[in-house]
């Protein structure tokens, strides 16, 4: 086994779920990813807790052949429900042998099963939990790299000293926190002004998200002002969206465009009310993910990117008071900031070409 | 995904564990049996029920990364236990990479775990159950067999019109029931008799174990007589033990002896007090079982055998009031019958050379 195997377990279990004697463990991993949750049984025993390994989210062959076969007619299964009350701590491992399994599978069909089974998300979300990421082949093909290469991408991502990478965001959060307007700009389409007054800027160092590496807040939904051009594509249920444009007023989205599958975006606007205004504003630092990969879970870390997420924003970056977006979807796009590009928070550059000011 | 393999699930599912509407479902099984894990999830979705793939009893690498690493000071997990006792259905698919993956766990360990879990096997046996076997190339390698061979040697155990296996069978159990003495007699080594009066003789026939094929009961304890040669080799706990001589008295073993392995009979037999008298008394019926493969599943079900367990007696064999035969262990050995043998019962010849009686 890979010696960073252990190490990415030890992360997991150590600091992102901070395991405790007694703790009953659900590990939901792809066969792909059986050293990984080998390596974390190994870490659970030291730590006198309870592992189960399941595929639920993560089984998306058996989803299918469950989805396609089903008359439509869903409910939340008790048993699985029985677990995760019980459960402490929820690991999922992304990861499998097919990025694009449930590509036949009516969207429908998977949107109704999500919904039924949306009380079983609440569970595992109300308990300690980590979602990360095993370097498979077929990850590695979705990011369009060798899988020796994305092996060292997932794990260089990974594999950071995470009170360090806190300490250093902590610094964009001090500046956030406080601040009334943000203002992005990037080369010649991009500049956009929104409101965060007494939103709260929360800090991702590696616990929930595996890697982290971002900080993010929310604007006013009704505040944004401007353009912004997306450099990287959006990946949205197995489709590729390109060079995405969007116009705000008011904090609404009144124009936007895409060079290819337009349809998806329109789609994703007109969800609802809330999927056309702003529900997260993230910042992401992490630099050892340099490169794009088709997965928003390293992609939104990216360093020197800023990135925007239409639709529902986290509650605990909204604050008391203050309007929360809510809408079904949450969609992140992402703004190159490495070039001719700043953030002004309040009027004062805070990155310029995507050096920080307390790095100067 | 071989045909064979949707007709196993369909067995399972709607002969073996007779799925209903709304069951809770859960599905214990290596990767290895990947493809009918998903056939399984395309019947479980036609019943409108709920399944769960889960790894158990069957992540044999991660049990032994947790039991290596573990202190020795196990209790049962409370989530896994919530689990069960909401699941409605049970299937436990045998089949992994490495049948003797967990042989440099100290046994000891094993048994600690397996004591402090012991509630959750209670659980699952509570339920509506099934243990299945997948073909998988390592567990033909146990049979010394290729693995197309093995394929075709497992489905045709299996896939069998169980209605009829049942009549069949039915012919022997009316025999059996109501019987005083039986009396076992194979070449010039084996001849055994015991009294199994007010025993009830149970029919197997693909449901709890598939494949079935087997009817059996249990002997009075203390009334085991004779000497018993055992043809097949015992295969426990993955040392190979050959040519078991047995020596009964007052139903106890006096005399034993092996041409392999003798000290691990030895160690079974002096488990505890139970350990050194009989539990069972079966008899194979499954004649698509014409080979002996290793795995107690099927050998014990094979056609012109009878097989006698030490140990624990099956609550359902033993008639009220009579002795139950208690024990840790309850370990099955197999006596060809197919040659120069024949069984009595009260001291009427019901098979020869195994024909049965009812065949003529």
Same mark, same amino acid.
């Given at each position: 086994m890979d010696a960073r195997i252990r190490e990415h377990a030890d992360v997991i279990c150590?600091? /992102?779920?901070d395991l405790a004697p007694g703790d009953n463990v659900v590990i939901d991993a792809h066969p792909v990813a059986a050293d990984l949750v080998t390596a974390l049984h190994e870490i659970v025993a030291d730590h006198d807790a309870h592992p189960l390994a399941i595929q639920e989210r993560t089984g998306k062959r058996f989803l299918r052949a469950y989805l396609r076969n089903h008359d439509g007619e869903f409910s939340a299964p008790e048993h699985v429900m029985a677990l995760y009350e019980e459960m402490d701590v929820y690991i999922a491992v992304r990861g499998s042998d097919n990025v694009t399994q449930t590509s036949d599978v009516d969207p429908e069909t998977q949107a109704a099963y999500a919904g039924a089974t949306q009380e079983l998300l609440d569970e595992r979300l109300s308990k300690r939990w980590c979602l990360t990421q095993y370097p498979a082949p077929a990850n590695a093909q979705l990011a369009q790299m060798s899988t020796e290469g994305y092996e060292n991408f997932v794990w260089d991502a990974i594999l950071r000293d995470w009170e360090d990478v806190r300490a250093f965001q902590s610094q964009m959060v001090e500046l956030l926190d406080g601040a009334s307007e943000i203002r992005v700009v990037s080369g010649e389409d991009t500049d956009v002004t929104m409101r965060v007054a007494d939103n709260p800027t929360l800090n991702d160092y590696g616990e929930k998200n595996l890697p982290g590496g971002e900080v993010f807040t929310a604007p006013h939904p009704d505040s944004v002002e401007g353009e912004v051009y997306f450099d990287k594509p959006l990946y949205h249920q197995g489709r590729e969206v390109t060079d995405v444009r969007l116009t705000f007023e008011g904090g609404e989205v009144v124009d936007h465009a895409a060079a290819k599958n337009e349809a998806v975006l329109t789609e994703v606007l007109e969800t $609802?009310?809330?999927? /056309?205004?702003?529900g997260e504003l993230g910042i992401g630092m992490n630099?050892?993910? $340099?490169q794009f990969s088709y997965n928003m879970l390293f992609d939104e870390k990216m360093g020197d990117t800023v990135h925007m997420a239409v639709g529902r924003a986290y509650e605990d970056t909204v604050g008391d008071g203050n309007e929360r977006n809510d809408s079904a979807v949450h969609v992140d796009m992402i703004v190159d900031m490495s070039e001719n590009s700043r953030i002004e928070v309040d009027s004062e550059v805070v990155q310029e070409d995507g050096t920080f000011v307390f790095e100067e």
């Open positions: 150590n600091h /992102s779920v $609802d009310e809330g999927a /056309s205004r702003l630099r050892a993910i $340099d």
